[in-house]
């Protein structure tokens, strides 16, 4: 599998190479000199933990190293795992396994572990020596593309080229080795992503998954997400179910029972009804208010009839913390993605109103691609943890049932930031 600094390789074809070419020629070699120093320091790693299984292998020919084998099938799973990180930074993420075996037979049983103890191998052999030869040459260019510098501060038998055919004696033969530096740098330049794809080769056919790992993972993960949108749906029900019962119904109730008053007070004393009807008015318009406020927990009508920012802006303007919004979605989204948007600033308000002590917010939100980015941050004390009952656990909830993701990031002094990615859609 070709390195990124491979593919950033212009595909010139038989026309002519401009400077741009040879700029994005250079950047690529520079990219993978890079890969390639990363790559030796795994492969001594991979070098060092081959020299210990060997040991351990000898040592359990007298029953010592079975007492070594965990930590060696630990440590050989560490070392793998972080060739894993440096090829997922450098192209296609090589997702890990989970905690390996600690047993000798589990480990000569577990495939992943084989495939480890491969790799680890080859890339104790042909990563250091790619690495060295890779991680010589641009030395090397230099050291003879400067040779009218420094052949003059050296004693004459130490005055020669990278190849050591001559002697420099005199400035023409300096000049020539500076001619020389820049074959050598011609030569790194065309050679060094070959290498560092070379150095890579092993992890990456060794080191990745077994096909339909990553579709195995996605099904686990959407049977999560399909579990928490659910949960989600039943805690908005209880919510919903328990706004209207403890206090619209309880209202409505009051509201019969004052009627029922009324209409024997008109009997009676009609006098005493007027007030009864009073009261029976304003609990009929608490009952009222109460029951457009938990229509409005469902979808808020300016959302449905207006926009995402107008909603927010209105979300801001009630906050009891001075809010700036700042809104740059140029269209309309997907009513569950709209409400979620909705649902999370309204309860990260809340909570900086609640416990934040924080003399101001600020609500960003951005469309890139098929995601909307929205995030929330404060000027307050910090230590905001969504185990603590303040509702960010529901958020959580409420985000990763549309399969989005939510970071929290607030440290103790502050501030807090919110950040929450969700799927919308091309």
């Not at 609500?363 to 995030?375: A, I, K, M």
Request: aromatic share 4%.
């Amino acid at each position: 599998m070709p390195t990124p600094s491979q593919e950033a390789l212009p595909k010139t074809g038989a026309r002519a190479v401009g400077p741009r070419d040879v700029f994005t020629r250079v950047r690529a070699t520079l990219d993978a000199f890079e890969h390639l120093v990363g790559g030796f320091g795994t492969a001594a790693l991979a070098l060092l933990m081959l020299l210990w299984l060997l040991v351990t292998a000898a040592a359990c020919l007298v029953g010592v190293g079975l007492l070594l084998v965990p930590g060696t099938l630990r440590a050989l799973r560490a070392v793998a795992g972080r060739e894993r990180e440096r090829l997922s930074r450098w192209g296609p993420e090589v997702i890990g396994p989970g905690p390996g075996p600690t047993g000798l037979r589990e480990a000569l049983a577990d495939p992943t572990t084989r495939r480890e103890m491969r790799w680890l191998a080859s890339h104790a052999v042909l990563g250091v020596a790619v690495g060295i030869v890779g991680l010589t040459l641009p030395f090397t260019a230099v050291t003879d593309a400067t040779c009218p510098v420094w052949w003059r501060l050296v004693p004459p038998e130490q005055a020669t080229p990278s190849v050591e055919l001559w002697t420099v004696r005199d400035w023409p033969g300096a000049f020539v080795v500076s001619l020389l530096g820049i074959a050598w740098f011609a030569v790194t330049v065309c050679v060094i992503p070959g290498m560092a794809w070379l150095q890579a080769m092993p992890g990456r056919r060794l080191l990745s998954p077994p096909p339909g790992t990553d579709l195995a993972m996605r099904v686990v993960e959407l049977t999560a997400t399909r579990a928490a949108a659910l949960d989600a749906h039943a805690a908005e029900l209880r919510r919903i179910e328990r706004s209207l019962h403890d206090g619209t119904q309880n209202r409505i109730v009051a509201v019969n029972v004052l009627l029922g008053a009324a209409r024997r007070a008109v009997s009676r004393n009609p006098a005493d009804a007027d007030a009864v009807l009073g009261k029976a008015q304003d609990a009929a318009e608490q009952a009222l208010a109460e029951l457009r406020a938990v229509v409005r927990s469902i979808l808020p009508p300016v959302l449905a009839e207006r926009s995402l920012p107008d909603a927010l802006s209105a979300l801001a303007s009630n906050c009891p913390v001075p809010c700036r919004v700042d809104a740059g979605v140029p269209r309309r989204f997907a009513a569950s993605v709209e409400a979620t948007a909705y649902f999370v600033v309204a309860e990260t308000l809340t909570n900086i109103a609640r416990h934040s002590e924080a003399r101001h917010a600020t609500v960003e939100v951005r469309h890139s691609g098929d995601r909307l980015w929205l995030r929330v941050t404060d000027d307050g004390r910090g230590g905001a943890d969504e185990h603590a009952g303040s509702g960010l656990a529901g958020i959580r909830q409420r985000v990763e049932a549309l399969d989005g993701t939510l970071t929290l990031t607030s440290p103790p002094g502050g501030p807090t930031n919110l950040e929450v990615h969700l799927p919308c859609g091309l």
